[in-house]
């Protein structure tokens, strides 16, 4: 596991940001591609660097489905679950995916490796079912090639 | 000769990396003299990864041409579909909004000028604020997001309004599903954003502007920012745009996975750095939007659409369309059919033309069902409602919207009852919390149909008058708008909500 953030880091990226208007959602951004989750310790820096309450930072944090609590696995698949990918047949092969894997939506593998997490339309609904597997997209999933594209992970 | 193959997300889905890799090292292995250029998508994504070969004779396509097909590609053992523009789908469009999408380099502000780009905002730097704004009424330009406000009356009210900072804010928060087309233009023309942005700016008196746009876009954000500083560079953008003395610079931004952000003042919030709740409205954002300033919000389409608009004049662009419904308008055909992509067209043409002939029917092969029509918020119409031209109004009337344009299509075996119980579940997750009937309505509209589906038929009329109180009662469209899918899915196929079902899905 990665070393707790200090202090110092956090105060570095807020710094980057603080001149931008509307500066939060870029800071919270910032945090997670560097620690790959929101340390809970950054959020009284946040509030404190831009005059805000603790409360209302965790509420925008709470607010979106992007920011997470806790690192995720090494690698994060996000399967699409909205209407067009429904009309290919996104749903059972979801379901495939999950029970290969032994997860539910939003676990991660025991060993760590990957975290399976729903996102609402990739903008590929006309190559439906489509996935993104750390920001690489892909289209016309289907169970054998989702298949391959796991087992090539580390 | 010239290679080129697109570098859209929906290409790069299919593996047009790879392609572009292996047409790469074949060129340097057989020592041709050949160049590979990266593109936009011409929309035809169930040809991608589309290759098209110029050897002097024009731009002869191939597809889908997959990595280990490029040496008999090259070798010229595979069969062309003929010039690109002369396949059917292609041929029957009208491009004004996406000419150059797939046609040029995206990040090549040569390539941009050189097919027509800049002369827009270098006619707009001549004009008067009041002449731009005008220009933008007599197009007759609505907005592309879904609401079809016309876009030069929302500019006037900005225009008109006394402050010392104004802001355009484009609506890149494109989360319905089955839409693509702000995606598609971020990646394959960005520039064409850009352009218009500036000439909104000019009209209105704003002098920076704000693209916010999804999380799930990340090959959309890296040209977009790329292309911010190459116009930045050029002096596109900046303190003085083209040496007029005018100023515009703007920024990309990111959501965080929250579809109501797609709401304009849900947007707003979100941009400030607040949660993505909705603001009652009045006060209008054109009045007081981003930090309480007066300010465009349009959407991608919108924008993009204005550079063409003063290119050829608004009367050039007004000729196209379908009464109120003018101009050109890019219909993004998705989910189950056979030739999926984006086809831009002049309002008018019948929805049935566009899923069975223009797309060609399901891809599964099955008779189509039923075609859900401008995102999760949009009506569901069965084969009966195909006749219906496209135009905003003429939905209206049959208890649709176009919304952002996109349509999803099914085949017969598209479980409906599934379909409203999901577009309720979808609303649920998504509410933004503000207003009673979307935050509770939604999950009260999601047992409803559960009782339904174990087999209670009385619970319809609750489902009814429950969708009757969402829409009346809800702040914004995602409250306002979930009972479309729902009361359409239940008028159009009353039988599958029946009640006699199991509930076991």
Known sequence: ?154 | MKIYVSRDSAAKAFGADEVAEALQEEIVARGLRAEVIRTGSRGMVWLEPLVEIDAGRGRMAYGPVSAEEVPALLDGNIDSLGLTEEIPFFARQTRLTFARCGLTDPLSLADYEAHGGLAGLRRALELSAEAIVDEVKTSGLRGRGGAGFPTGIKWDTVRMAHADQKYIVCNADEGDSGTFADRMIMEGDPFTLIEGMVIAGLGTGATRGYVYTRSEYPDAIEVMEEAVQIARAAGVLGPDVLGSGRAFDMEIRMGAGAYVCGEETSLLNSLEGKRGVVRAKPPLPALEGFLGRPTVVNNVISLATVPVIFEKGAAFYAEFGLGRSKGTIPIQIAGNVAHGGLFETAFGMPLGTLVNDIGGGTASGRPVKAVQIGGPLGAYFGQEKFDTPFGYEDFDVQGGLIGHAGLVVFDDSADMMKMARFAMEFCAVESCGKCTPCRIGAVRGVETLDRIAAGDGAAVELLTDLCETMKDGSLCALGGFTPYPVLSALETFPEEFAGTREAAE
């Not at chain 1, 399967?79 to 029970?99: F, K, N």
């Open chain 1, 1 to 154: 596991m990665d070393p707790q953030p200090t202090a110092e880091e956090i105060r570095e990226i807020l710094g980057k940001h603080l001149h931008l208007e509307g500066p939060l959602l870029p800071i919270l951004h910032d945090l997670q591609d560097t620690f790959g989750y929101l340390p809970q310790e950054a959020v009284p820096q946040i509030a404190g660097a831009l005059n805000l309450s603790v409360a209302e930072v965790t509420g925008v944090i709470s607010f979106y489905h992007d920011f997470r609590k806790a690192p995720a696995g090494r690698h994060v698949l996000k399967l699409c679950r909205a209407e067009a990918c429904q009309s290919m047949g996104s749903d059972a092969l979801a379901d495939r995916v999950l029970s290969l894997l032994g997860v539910d939506w939003h676990g991660t593998t025991t060993d760590g490796r990957i975290t399976v997490e729903p996102v609402y339309c990739l903008g590929l609904c006309a190559c439906a079912p489509a996935a993104m597997l750390d920001g690489r997209v892909h289209g016309a999933l289907t169970e054998a090639k989702a298949t391959k594209i796991l087992e090539a992970l580390a």
